[in-house]
């Protein structure tokens, strides 16, 4: 580990606290809902107009919208070829569920890696290091995504958030 990633790990684990406790932060949890429940697509206290749409929920949007709401990421690890399902989130930057050969034992079910945005020739740097723990991990009655098939991968990722320390 260099000194700069040592410097990077330290400050990234300093401020890791403050969007979680931010006002809207992931432990701000206000309710589960039940999109049946709203015809209209519109959810009490809830920005925007959601619907159905492949196997989720989804933001009511247009064709060029909804066209980049979710991409694969392919990368190789360990010799083995894959290519899991990114999430666009609304300030554009990429979000993916993993679950990885620890996941469960060893590390949290799965983890929440936000890999920088594509450059212009569609690559980009993945770093498990400050991939995170959602506000599911801890709090048993919050809902949390959980990995698409093809995301979860065959090694084991010893970095980032494993497990909450009590």
Not at 27 to 41: A, N
Not at 43 to 53: H, K, L, Q, S, Y
Not at 103 to 112: E, K, N, P, Q, V
């Amino acid at each position: 580990m260099t000194t700069d990633t040592a410097k990077d790990w330290k400050h990234w684990r300093e401020q890791r606290p403050r969007p979680v406790f931010a006002p809207h932060g992931s432990l701000t949890l206000q309710g589960t809902h039940r999109i049946e429940d709203h015809q209209e697509g519109r959810i009490p206290d809830m920005t925007g107009r959601w619907t159905v749409g492949g196997d989720g929920v989804l933001p009511a949007a247009g064709e060029s919208e909804a066209s980049r709401w979710t991409f694969e990421l392919a990368f190789t690890l360990g010799g083995q070829e894959l290519t899991p399902q990114v999430t666009v989130q609304e300030d554009g930057s990429p979000w993916a569920v993993l679950g990885d050969s620890s996941s469960g034992h060893g590390s949290y079910r799965f983890r929440f890696p936000k890999p920088a945005a594509p450059d212009a020739r569609g690559r980009t740097t993945g770093d498990f290091n400050p991939a995170l723990l959602l506000s599911c991990a801890f709090a048993d009655h919050v809902i949390c995504p959980i990995p698409p098939p093809g995301n979860t991968l065959g090694a084991e990722i010893a970095a980032a958030e494993r497990s909450l320390l009590r």
